[in-house]
């Protein structure tokens, strides 16, 4: 029994292959391409591995890449089924204003988070960053309800919009200074400083609502480029969306989990 396990993003597809559909579940292989390649998984990484029982994904990327997706499972006999956010699932109840409209990696990270959260202790507020393509910032409460997050360009996106929008400025290779005395050094400290000051102001925001310290969890592919530009205390967790898609499976597949 094997279960596949999901993540579309913007700019890259994330896949998990584990022993069974449940948390703790025994990972078997993963890998990851970017996707203009997802043509290249059905007689690539993908005919290498053991048919999967079950699947289901997470995807942002809109329904053209998820059609290509499950073009290359058609050499499995599997049902794909994908996660869209609902009112409550996986101990998270959704407080936007139409919850169907919330990202469903925002949904599944949020899950993944919570999980993560119960296994080590009580239950606490937690702020859910993913620093990708795009950031994301969420805010949950001890109860597990997701009171609201933020959305803001990813380091790529807030550079680019610089180089289109000011004459003389270009992608940066510099790095993060407190003081930056050139503008290689000044663009790349001021993307990160602003993903840092949205994150610190999201934890505040939390800790003043809620009157105890937040958990802060932050994942996606830039999130280790952050770590040592943030003053809010985080755990750095690499696949937070598949830990969520494991609640989620176990929940809907029982009897295999």
């Not at 942002?60 to 869209?84: H, N, S, T, Y």
């Not at 620093?131 to 680019?160: C, W, Y």
């Not at 610190?200 to 280790?224: I, Q, Y």
Request: with cysteine; charged share 20%; net charge negative.
């Amino acid at each position: 029994m094997t279960f596949l396990a999901i993540d579309v993003g913007n700019t890259r597809l994330k896949w998990a292959m584990y022993d069974a559909p449940r948390p703790g579940a025994r990972l078997l292989a993963d890998g990851v391409c970017f996707l203009e390649n997802i043509e290249k998984l059905g007689e690539g990484d993908w005919a290498r591995l053991p048919a999967p029982t079950q699947m289901l994904g997470c995807n942002v990327a809109g329904d053209a890449v998820k059609r290509r997706v499950q073009e290359q499972m058609e050499l499995w006999d599997v049902a794909p089924q994908w996660v869209i956010a609902s009112a409550a699932e996986g101990g998270i109840t959704n407080g936007y204003d139409h919850p169907t409209r919330l990202g469903p990696d925002r949904w599944v990270a949020m899950i993944g988070a919570r999980a993560r959260l119960l296994a080590k202790g009580p239950p606490r507020p937690m702020v859910v960053v993913m620093v990708g393509t795009a950031v994301t910032v969420e805010a949950v409460d001890a109860s597990g309800h997701f009171l609201g997050g933020l959305i803001l360009p990813g380091h790529g996106i807030m550079l680019r919009a610089l180089e289109s929008g000011t004459a003389g400025l270009h992608v940066p290779t510099g790095e993060v200074r407190c003081f930056p005395t050139n503008t290689s050094d000044a663009l790349t400290s001021g993307g990160t400083f602003a993903i840092a000051g949205a994150v610190d102001c999201m934890v505040r925001h939390l800790r003043d609502k809620s009157g105890e310290e937040p958990a802060c969890f932050m994942t996606g592919g830039a999130g280790w480029k952050m770590a040592p530009s943030m003053s809010s205390q985080f755990e750095l967790v690499e696949g937070l969306i598949f830990d969520g898609l494991l609640v989620l499976a176990q929940s809907r597949y029982p009897a295999a989990g």
